[in-house]
């Protein structure tokens, strides 16, 4: 049987490193790491999966460290992963089989970044379809090429963001795509997001300094620019990329979301709008303008966006949450509502849906489902201050003010600032000195 060489590179992983191992080692038969300099128990963990190890210093140059790997591995075959990343075990046997039954020389696996949070463009809802991914909302999904034979002429290139994609075409290798998602949980520690955010863009800055015709240079620095709230300077490299590929869809959505950001929304628009005509699901494109139009009171037309990008596949919690606000501000609320259900059948949880069906609900006289979907809010730990307010206000209509000013001391105890409630509370304060004041006369 053919043989897997498991080759990462690694700089204090001692963390994830165990779970990425213990994922993979019944997979491979020999596992090679290049050390850039760790200073935990990274090593030690690695030696006690007997791994062979190699210390070579960082040299801000991920290709470099990458093939620095493979050129230890004895291997038939490599794999290719990073210490926060695992396979699940239903997947190793499938991986196995496919290096007998397909005649390819490398593998596309579908990575899956997991996020915490919906509420980015590419983002996508988790099916929950595997164990490796529970907790998480969502996740954005990119297809690489991780598994390849050990043959000189398959090689990283790119100092950051590294593939063999280059390699590949210029060898004329056969590719075959697993669909077997490889798990990824790079954004699980913020102070590694904040260091690799400031590394990504050095060398980000690096690698278009050194492909100034490279049309993914352009976006990816445009991209980490962006990451790290830069968006005067995404904007000027997006413009420069568009100087020589005005055709690249993706790099006019990081024009437009450059303008966005410094607040020059009509340029904006424009930008998604052109990127709309050539990929009419493109999400962020789509639920950007109609929040451009919905900010701008222009409801009809950021409706006429969103209808267009269901119609066109769309399906994500963010477009049907603000397709539900959109009827909410022309007074549709039978469509709203409806809108705001499809995004419960998506995510369940989705930060103030049922704060929003309970403004619904009321707005149909309809008091009781109100307290319901405030509960639920509630109980879910979602926006704690805005429900409890809301209940203290239904409370008040129904005239029980000491019901009521007990929800508003409770939002009182979250933020003791919240003039809303606050407001109430004085005004219960003053009403019920004013009825002492009648009584005792």
Not at 107 to 122: G, V, W
Not at 129 to 147: Q, S, T, V
Not at 291 to 296: L, M
Not at 343 to 368: C, G, T, W
Request: aromatic share 10%; glycine share 6%.
């Amino acid at each position: 049987m053919d043989t897997i060489s498991l080759c990462m590179i690694t700089k204090d992983e001692e963390d994830f490193l165990s779970q990425c191992l213990d994922s993979v080692k019944t997979l491979v038969d020999e596992i090679v790491i290049v050390d850039t300099g760790s200073t935990d128990k990274t090593v030690d963990i690695a030696k006690s999966y007997k791994a062979k190890i190699y210390h070579h210093p960082w040299e801000n140059d991920y290709s470099k460290h990458r093939n620095q790997s493979i050129t230890y591995a004895t291997g038939d075959w490599i794999l290719i992963m990073d210490a926060d990343e695992v396979i699940a075990e239903r997947d190793r046997d499938k991986i196995k089989a496919l290096l007998s039954s397909t005649n390819a020389d490398g593998f596309l696996f579908t990575l899956r970044n997991y996020e915490s949070t919906l509420n980015l463009a590419n983002v996508t809802v988790n099916p929950d379809d595997y164990e490796e991914g529970r907790g998480y909302p969502g996740f954005i999904a990119n297809d690489l090429i991780r598994l390849f034979r050990n043959d000189p002429d398959i090689y990283f290139t790119g100092k950051v963001h590294e593939t063999v994609t280059g390699s590949f075409q210029q060898a004329k290798r056969a590719l075959f795509n697993t669909g077997i998602p490889i798990h990824h949980y790079g954004k699980a520690r913020k102070d590694r997001i904040r260091h690799k955010q400031e590394l990504y863009l050095k060398l980000g800055e690096e690698r278009l300094k050194d492909n100034p015709h490279d049309p993914v240079a352009y976006k990816g620095l445009a991209d980490q620019y962006l990451d790290i709230g830069m968006p005067d300077l995404a904007l000027e490299v997006s413009n420069r990329g568009m100087a020589l590929f005005p055709e690249m869809v993706e790099l006019r959505f990081n024009r437009g979301l450059s303008l966005d950001r410094l607040g020059r929304r009509k340029e904006a628009g424009e930008e998604y709008s052109w990127v709309l005509v050539r990929k009419p699901d493109h999400l962020g494109a789509c639920h950007n303008l109609a929040q451009i139009y919905y900010s701008g009171q222009c409801y009809d037309e950021a409706a006429s966006v969103l209808d267009k990008g269901i119609h066109n596949g769309i399906r994500h919690p963010a477009i049907f949450f603000l397709l539900g606000q959109v009827y909410f501000a022309l007074g549709y609320w039978d469509k709203s509502l409806k809108s705001i259900e499809h995004v419960s059948e998506i995510q369940e949880d989705y930060p103030n849906i049922n704060y929003y069906k309970a403004i619904l609900f009321l707005k149909k006289n309809m008091p009781d489902a109100a307290i319901s979907a405030l509960e639920r809010e509630i109980k879910t730990g979602g926006n704690l201050v805005a429900a409890y307010n809301l209940l203290g206000e239904v409370s008040l209509t129904f005239g029980d003010a000491q019901t009521a000013a007990q929800f508003f001391q409770k939002v009182l105890t979250i933020n003791p600032d919240d003039p809303t409630a606050k407001a109430h509370l004085e005004k219960i304060k003053t009403r019920l000195n004013e009825e002492t004041t009648t009584v005792h006369r």
